[in-house]
Every structure is written in structure tokens, then in C-alpha cells.
């Protein structure tokens, strides 16, 4: 019977994870909108398996700041508000920062700064299509970051960051990059900072890459605003639980 109970408890683990990750893209997308109710039996039966895996799917992606939960109505996608936006630019800002240091401060190998700088120009070659639902993009730009935050040898810096760009934060920060062009080699200048060993240089380039120059910054946000007002109108107007 112990044999059994494991058994079953290691697949509702399975599946638990795979209707997380199932969802955690479709909202990362923009397939599941900010507002549209996540209805467990619907999800289930999309999914083909059991509630229980959809119940503590939707509890972790709650507290990853994905999905909420609403008295009488249940599950939904997390709204979009600018003072969410702001709270993981500032963060983001902070954390990036610290990782642009570090890495300067640890004198990366030649090896380790031209396997970045590939990836950086392969990214900002991406971000040239200036394709605001490009999803390839979308993702090659969170994983570049998150790549330069395992590099400092601290977890903790990976794991926020990660919730930050797990969040509408990878969405949005593609969108603009389309709607308000960013020069051809944004990131190997980020890398090229790095590179310098100058830890001072490279936290400057690290808020620069994110929150750009003063005289940009209002525009950023003035476009950042106009993109969650979209997506919330989107949210408004939809009104399936979960698309097939």
C-alpha cells in the first residue's frame, strides 16, 4: 500500500509540473490573457488529467506571481498594473546591476566572455526583426539574463531574477524592445562592460541596459504603459477559461 501511495504521488508530482509549465507559457505568451478565469475541471479536461495536478499547478504559479486567486471566483491570470511593472524594473534594475559587478569584479575567462558575447550578438540579432510577438525572442532574451546571473555563482540572484522575467516582465521588456528600438549591439555592449573588469563601468551599463538613460527613460515607461493597457483591454474582452 506504501509502494502504491508513492507511486501516485510521484505521478501527480508529473503531471502537477507539466500542467505548470503548459500554463506558465501560455500566459508567458499572451495565449492567456491577464484577468481570464483558469477553470480547473476545464483545464483538467484540456490537459487530460485528474484536478489535483491543476490545483497545486495553479498554487505554485500564485506564488510566482502568474496567477490570483479572487473570493467567489477562483483562479484567474494576475491582472497587469504599471506599479507591477515599475516594482520588477526596479528590481530587476538592482539585481542586474549587482550581477554586472560581480562579473567584472570576477575577471571572467576569454572563453567564458566570447561564449556571452555570441550569445549576446545572436540575441541582438533577434531583436533587429523588431517582431513585438516574436516568442523565440521573448525567450532568448530572459535566458541570455538569467545566463549572466548563474555566472556570479550566486542562486539567489538566479532565482529572483528568474520570477522577475517569469512574470510579464519578459513579455513586455520584447514588445517595447520592438515598438522602441534599442541600438544593433545592445547586448555586447553589456558584455563588452563586463569584459572591462571595470566594476564601476559595468554597473553603469547594467542600469543602462534596463532602465536606459534618463532622457529615454519617460519614453520607456510612456511605452510600457500603452502595451499594459492593450494587454488589459485584451483581458476585458476575453472571455474563455482556458483556450484549447
Known amino acids: 500500500m506504501t509502494n502504491s501511495f508513492l507511486d501516485n504521488h510521484e505521478v501527480v508530482e508529473m503531471s502537477s509540473a507539466k500542467v ?6 501560455r500566459i508567458q505568451s499572451g495565449q492567456l490573457k491577464p484577468g481570464v478565469r483558469l477553470v480547473r ?14 490545483i497545486e499547478a495553479l498554487y505554485k504559479l500564485e506564488k510566482e ?4 486567486h479572487v473570493p467567489m471566483q477562483g483562479a484567474r491570470v494576475k491582472r497587469l498594473t504599471m506599479e507591477q511593472v515599475r516594482n520588477d524594473l526596479v528590481l530587476r534594475e538592482a539585481i542586474e546591476s549587482q550581477c554586472a559587478r560581480l562579473l567584472a569584479a ?3 575567462s576569454s572563453s567564458q566572455i566570447n561564449q556571452l558575447s555570441a550569445r549576446a550578438d545572436e540575441l541582438d540579432k533577434m531583436m533587429s526583426r523588431h517582431e513585438p510577438n516574436f516568442q523565440p525572442g521573448m525567450k532568448a532574451h530572459a535566458e541570455f539574463h538569467l545566463a549572466l546571473a548563474q ?3 550566486f542562486p539567489i540572484l538566479v532565482e529572483e531574477l528568474r520570477k522577475i522575467w517569469s512574470r510579464r516582465f519578459m513579455q513586455l521588456a520584447w514588445i517595447h524592445s520592438a515598438l522602441v528600438p534599442v541600438p544593433r549591439d545592445w547586448h555586447r555592449r553589456l558584455i563588452k562592460a563586463i569584459a572591462s573588469h571595470d566594476i564601476q563601468k559595468a554597473d553603469v551599463a ?4 534596463v532602465c536606459r538613460n534618463p532622457a529615454e527613460q519617460e519614453t520607456v515607461m510612456r511605452g510600457l504603459e500603452k502595451i499594459v493597457a492593450k ?3 485584451d483581458a476585458r474582452e476575453t472571455r474563455l477559461p482556458c483556450p484549447n
Open 206 to 209: 547594467a542600469r543602462l541596459h
Open 106 to 108: 570576477a575577471r571572467l
Open 231 to 233: 494587454l488589459q483591454a
Open 151 to 153: 555566472q556570479t555563482g
Open 41 to 54: 475541471r476545464t483545464i483538467a479536461n484540456d490537459l487530460d488529467v485528474s484536478p489535483i495536478p491543476v
Open 20 to 25: 505548470c509549465r503548459i500554463l506558465k507559457q
Open 65 to 68: 506571481g502568474l496567477v490570483e
